[in-house]
């Protein structure tokens, strides 16, 4: 599969069918090939599709559309030379974004809890404006790696929340995809999880996603399990 290959011949989802996706990592490789390619193929040509890139890992919007521009977006390179509310790209980096709210003098007492409201709330103001203008295109929001989001608000169930509210938007709409990325092997983790008694376990919390995380789900082999596992959706790759 290259980026100049439609990847609905690959996948069975393609950037006109809006939907829910998880792409979890593996050891051989992390998703972001997949979520780069799609990308690229969403804003192809005159498709009017437009795709809001978050990311959780500490990169800055350049490198980002630099790695679209990379696998021949031509919105990716009009974006780098001059980003602006009227392209169908836009990105939000939120570890540079968190870093410099902090150090800045403009929120000394930064919430992690209302620096996600506030995103969602662009998010909405963004959906319901592409709405407005055109009825056949998609959008999509892209949340590159909730694993490292949640390690840098150190609040996994705040970005559980948080996503599962912008899914919550997807499925009223069918013109709305979102495709979630988490940076573990949750299979793997899985199990383990199944096989290891937790209450015996003390090696103690690591990371986001590190020891499972008790959820009120009645399916035994459900009880203990890494968080972004519970993360509603209709594919998993």
């Known amino acids: 599969m290259n980026a100049t290959s439609p990847l609905e011949e690959a996948l069975p989802w393609s950037p ?22 799609f990308a690229c193929q969403a804003l192809r040509g005159d498709s009017g599709n437009q795709v809001w890139w978050i990311t959780g890992r500490p990169l800055t919007e350049r490198q980002v559309a630099t790695a ?5 977006s031509e919105v990716a390179a009009t974006y780098l030379r001059s980003n602006n509310e009227t392209s169908p790209l836009r990105i939000t980096c939120t570890a540079t ?16 809890e209302e620096y996600l409201r506030e995103i969602y709330r662009r998010l909405k103001s ?4 592409s709405e407005e203008s055109s009825n056949e295109s998609c959008c999509w929001i892209i ?6 989001l949640a390690s840098n608000l150190g609040d996994a169930g705040l970005v559980f929340k948080f996503v599962d509210s912008i899914q ?34 003390k090696t103690g919390w690591f990371g986001a996603g ?11 082999h459900q009880e203990t399990i890494p968080w972004e596992r519970v993360i509603e959706s209709n594919d998993i790759f």
């Open 68 to 72: 679209l521009k990379k696998i021949g």
């Open 16 to 37: 006109a069918d809006g939907r829910k996706v998880l792409v979890c990592d593996s050891v051989e490789t992390d998703g972001n090939f997949l979520l780069h390619t």
């Open 210 to 220: 590190g020891l499972a995380q008790k959820q009120g789900i009645k399916r035994r």
């Open 97 to 112: 974004d968190i870093a410099a709210r902090i150090q800045g003098d403009q929120e000394p007492h930064f919430g992690s």
């Open 126 to 129: 963004w959906i319901y404006s």
């Open 168 to 201: 919550s938007l997807a499925t009223r709409r069918k013109n709305l995809g979102v495709i979630t990325r988490c940076s573990l092997e949750l299979d793997q983790i899985l199990l383990k999880t199944e096989q290891v008694d937790e209450s015996k376990d």
């Open 143 to 148: 949340l590159d790696d909730i694993t490292s």
